[in-house]
């Protein structure tokens, strides 16, 4: 029989961990911390943040819940963390909601954890979807299912992480060719629907404000580097050699990976002038002067260099859009390349 374990991660996830800026009194405070932030004054942040957090603001409760987990402007405090995640959560924060159900997993209350680790899953975080490729695997918290396995651990390795790619080469010694052709297919599958669910985010706003629901895209983020495996890690432990048709492996006691921040990344040089004609769809705001603010936040973003913004009315909502690129291809690598970091997005076709 085979075990096949969760690779201890360290302080740092593939996923990023956005802060949006909220239609509120409080909003302009939640904004200034993430410039302190930004700027490397984590102290000021966290003082910027407690206002706004004990008001309620759930950007800012999940901001300090982030400072607390890293140990930046104040001790780390993991308690405090969880407890943090766990308000704005309860507040319809998702990317805390994603952090709390790792955090869970992480100290043992895996039952508990695993509807939000499949929530998160569906809406394509990789560090969720190699937690839950594992349970499926192990059949541990999760239905015994190795296509559905193989096909999240290959979508959670496609987007950078190293314990998922490990896992991969452990995994193709036990998963059946047959089962890993379909879970090919499967993958784009589950690819599509989140997807879909995202774009579906993006578009949608809150009445009266025109502020997208979340995870919708952000005026600041601060994005989280993929950790390196620990030296060596044992993935998989055989205890007798796998016969023809290998079992499936007893239940681990799985760790799952912490949540951090990094410091912002360095502005993006100035972008060349715009030629193509393909476009990518950032948001569908209630509000035109949203869009704007939008745009002025994230143009500098290196994957939107050479582009020109574009806003096109549709109904009741002004749409976003990042023209200018040559080809779909270009378009939908740049998209992916804003997913990794937390930012919501759509190929929206040739203007």
């Known amino acids: 029989m085979a075990r096949l374990l969760v690779t201890k991660m360290k302080h740092g996830m593939a996923a990023a961990a956005a802060l949006a800026l909220l239609a509120a009194p409080a909003a302009a405070d939640v904004k200034a911390g993430v410039d302190a932030w930004g700027a490397g004054d984590y102290a000021r942040a966290v003082v910027e943040w407690q206002g706004p957090a004990a008001a309620g603001d759930p950007d800012a409760l999940f901001n300090l819940a982030q400072a607390y987990r890293l140990g930046r402007g104040v001790e780390?405090?993991?308690?405090?963390?969880?407890?943090?995640?766990?308000?704005?959560?309860?507040?319809?924060?998702?990317?805390?909601?994603?952090?709390?159900?790792?955090?869970?997993?992480?100290?043992?209350?895996?039952?508990?954890?695993?509807?939000?680790?499949?929530?998160?899953?569906?809406?394509?975080?990789?560090?969720?979807?190699y937690v839950l490729g594992l349970s499926h695997f192990n059949a541990d918290y999760a239905e015994r299912d190795w296509t559905r396995a193989y096909a999240l651990m290959t979508l959670a390795s496609g987007s950078g992480l190293p314990q998922a790619r490990d896992a991969l080469v452990q995994m193709d010694k036990y998963v059946p060719q047959a089962q890993r052709v379909q879970a090919q297919t499967l993958a784009r599958q589950i690819e599509a629907a989140a997807t879909a669910q995202r774009s579906s985010e993006v578009a949608a706003a809150e009445l009266g404000t025109g502020t997208p629901t979340q995870p919708a895209p952000t005026p600041a983020v601060i994005t989280a580097p993929v950790a390196k495996p620990s030296p060596k890690p044992p993935v998989v432990a055989a205890a007798a050699p796998p016969a023809a048709k290998p079992g499936l492996p007893p239940a681990p006691k799985p760790v799952t990976p912490a949540v951090t921040l990094a410091a912002a990344p360095a502005p993006a040089p100035a972008p060349a002038p715009a030629k193509g004609k393909w476009r990518v769809q950032l948001g569908a705001f209630g509000v035109a002067a949203?869009?704007?603010?939008?745009?002025?936040?994230?143009?500098?973003?290196?994957?939107?260099?050479?582009?020109?913004?574009?806003?096109?009315?549709?109904?009741?909502?002004?749409?976003?859009?990042?023209?200018?690129?040559?080809?779909?291809?270009?378009?939908?690598?740049?998209?992916?390349?804003?997913?990794?970091?937390?930012?919501?997005?759509?190929?929206?076709?040739?203007?």
């Not at 943090?84 to 100290?107: C, I, P, R, T």
Request: aromatic share 4%.
């Open 290 to 351: 949203n869009a704007d603010k939008l745009w002025n936040q994230i143009s500098g973003h290196a994957a939107l260099s050479g582009t020109r913004k574009t806003l096109v009315p549709n109904g009741t909502l002004t749409r976003l859009l990042a023209t200018g690129f040559a080809s779909e291809a270009d378009a939908a690598r740049a998209c992916a390349t804003l997913k990794r970091e937390g930012k919501a997005c759509v190929v929206a076709g040739q203007g």
């Open 76 to 129: 780390i405090d993991n308690i405090r963390a969880r407890k943090l995640y766990e308000q704005a959560a309860s507040l319809g924060h998702v990317k805390a909601a994603d952090n709390y159900g790792l955090m869970l997993f992480q100290e043992g209350e895996q039952v508990r954890a695993m509807p939000m680790i499949r929530a998160a899953a569906d809406r394509g975080d990789p560090r969720a979807q």
